[in-house]
């Protein structure tokens, strides 16, 4: 007998669970073992931020290729003669194959392990990024394949990244080190506007170094998964125990993780029976269970605001929406690294603020930011359109551009008229002129059958000299800083809420046997929204204007941030199995107590499995 204990106490103290570990044993009709309050098996950190870094690689390679295609299109587009349709095409391709291969990687990963399904991404990745870098300018349809190949790995990426990250961290520091993914998301979309800005002058082979140098991350990515282990809940899912013990103490840099590998294996232990089914029947089964179809919903509604909300406007067209303001192509490229550095930045306020403030106040937060941001984007391109210079000189021939078009505006919405102005006159001396679309920057074409035509008009030679400016798909105004503020505000709140938060949270709200089907189907989601907001953007500046666009994703981010107030929970601080229990109904939540009260009975060594008996 221990002083001070009584047998009541000392019974406690065991209780016989599968593995054969002792536990203090729960009054009848309290929660389980896996809900117990655990010590501190956390162990060192160093080896999980190393593998997180690694494992994150992915992210920076969606975020350079999301981000450099903004400046390289200025390039590409006049090297390849390309349509309006086409530049969608360019653009938007990568994003429809990472859509289908993130479905796709929602069963490889279940299959072949999340390990394996990264270095498949990364060696993808590289194969795309060689082939777009040496597309011949009269093969646009080379160029697009390497675009399909870049998506696949992508969406490889996409998918399976979050999974491994949220399965190798420790539950305390979970939220920080997946939004470690998003960080290296805008690490990669600033290096794409540096290298953009770099490579902005060479307008000949600029855009093969832009779309060539994202295969050396890539690879480096590739050869460091050589030597980092598999997530120890997938090595358990397959009945390698040893390997998956082996690995989690590799992680946490403890000899003893008992107690967590425990919690696995019993979380496994109960999702055994579902894990036999594909991703068919694994679907129907989650839309089937409670929590789960619940837990779905929400993922999928996160993924789908997040891109609706018009983010990726703000990355694939982030040159164009500055150039569009009023600022040339030259300064424009290198205007778009202030967003994305602004974006990087801000970043660490989600790294901090995700375990303290929590992922639901960030979310909701962010939405406000971004509902605002919006706004003033809308009324500074309205402004600009309104205040348009007018065309007030005209030269003395009847050709289309000279006699249809009263302002700038109208002028420039024609493709083949352009605005020219005098220096600092151009409210008083502003001629609409053809465009020579032969020449990759379209300057004026020298004008036929006129008396008054000067050569210095904004022609070959003087184009955007001191005395004279043009422009063809711009038009000058007082209002572009609205512009650069709108894009700043609009990151500022992105990039700590609704930047990375779809992400962390769909990677810790499945039971371990839906997690990848799960985490697959929102990932698709995700670049569904992705490919419509993209591939229509263009169409919807021409049809509703640039300000109704922005007018139309503020609507929507309203829309979506009132949806989530209602059904989005807490769930910071909680164990991957916790975090289950916040989507279940008041009577699922009951009838699984009551099939747990039955499953085991209590004798005077513990608990037994009474189907075992």
Request: glycine share 8%.
């Amino acid at each position: 007998m221990v002083f001070g204990k009584t047998d009541k106490s000392m019974e406690k103290e065991k209780l016989v669970s599968g593995s054969g570990k002792t536990k203090a044993k729960p009054n009848m009709g309290e929660k389980l073992d896996m809900e117990e309050k655990r010590p501190d098996e956390s162990g060192s950190k160093f080896y999980v931020i190393v593998l997180t870094m690694f494992a994150t690689i992915g992210g920076l390679l969606f975020g350079y290729d999301t981000g450099i295609i903004s400046g390289s299109m200025l390039l590409i587009r006049d090297d390849f003669q390309l349509s309006e349709i086409w530049q969608s095409a360019i653009v938007s391709s990568t994003i429809g194959a990472a859509a289908v291969f993130s479905l796709i990687a929602g069963v490889l990963v279940d299959k072949i392990g999340r390990k394996k399904v990264i270095m498949m991404a990364s060696f993808i990745f590289t194969a795309g990024a060689i082939l777009m870098a040496v597309s011949p300018v009269d093969k646009k349809e080379i160029l697009l394949i390497g675009r399909l190949i870049v998506g696949a790995g992508i969406g490889f990426a996409s998918m399976s990244v979050p999974v491994y990250v949220a399965e190798a961290a420790p539950s305390h520091i979970r939220g920080s080190l997946v939004t470690v993914n998003q960080l290296f998301i805008t690490v990669g979309i600033l290096l794409s506007s540096i290298i953009a800005g770099a490579f902005s002058t060479d307008k000949e082979n600029g855009w093969r170094y832009m779309l060539g140098i994202a295969g050396v991350p890539s690879v480096i990515q590739f050869f460091g998964f050589f030597f980092l282990p598999e997530s120890p809940r997938w090595l358990v899912g397959q009945g390698r125990v040893d390997e998956a013990t082996k690995a989690l103490k590799k992680i946490r840099g403890l000899d003893n993780v008992d107690r967590e590998m425990s919690e696995i294996e019993k979380s496994v232990e109960e999702t055994k029976e579902q894990n036999k089914y594909n991703m068919l029947q694994c679907f129907v089964l989650m839309v089937k269970t409670q929590p789960v179809r619940r837990a779905l919903v929400l993922g999928c509604t996160l993924q789908l605001f997040q891109q609706l909300c018009g983010i990726n406007t703000v990355i694939y067209y982030s040159g164009s929406i500055l150039r569009v303001s009023g600022f040339p192509s030259s300064l424009a490229i290198w205007l778009s690294c202030i967003p994305f550095t602004v974006n990087f930045l801000c970043t660490f306020i989600g790294i901090y603020a995700v375990e303290k403030a929590g992922r639901r106040v960030l979310t909701l937060l962010s939405f406000i930011g971004i509902i605002i941001a919006l706004v003033v984007l809308g009324a500074g391109f309205q402004l600009s359109e309104k205040n348009s210079p007018p065309i007030s000189l005209r030269l003395d021939n009847s050709s289309t551009c000279h006699t249809k078009y009263d302002s700038c505006n109208s002028c420039i919405k024609d493709e083949n008229c352009g605005f020219c102005w005098q220096e600092g006159m151009e409210s008083t001396a502003g001629w609409c002129l053809h465009v020579y679309k032969d020449h990759p920057e379209r300057y004026a074409m020298p004008e036929g059958n006129t008396t008054h035509y000067n050569e210095s008009l904004c022609n070959a030679t003087n184009y955007d000299t001191e005395k004279y400016n043009w422009a063809n798909d711009f038009c000058p105004t007082d209002y572009s800083w609205m512009a650069v503020l709108g894009l700043a505000l609009f990151v500022i709140a992105f990039a700590p809420g609704l930047g990375p938060n779809p992400w962390t949270i769909n990677s810790e709200i499945y039971p371990l046997w839906a997690r990848g089907t799960g985490t697959s189907l929102a990932t698709c989601v995700n670049w569904i929204g992705n490919l419509i907001v993209s591939f229509t953007f263009l169409l919807l500046l021409k049809t509703i204007t640039t300000y109704g666009t922005f007018y139309l994703f503020c609507g929507i981010s309203f829309l979506g941030m009132s949806i989530l107030f209602f059904i989005l929970p807490e769930t910071k601080n909680k164990t991957l199995e916790e975090v289950e229990e916040l989507f279940m109904s008041k009577e699922y939540k009951a009838k699984r107590e009551e099939e747990q009260k039955k499953k085991y009975q209590y004798d005077n060594s513990g608990y037994v499995d009474s189907s075992k008996m």
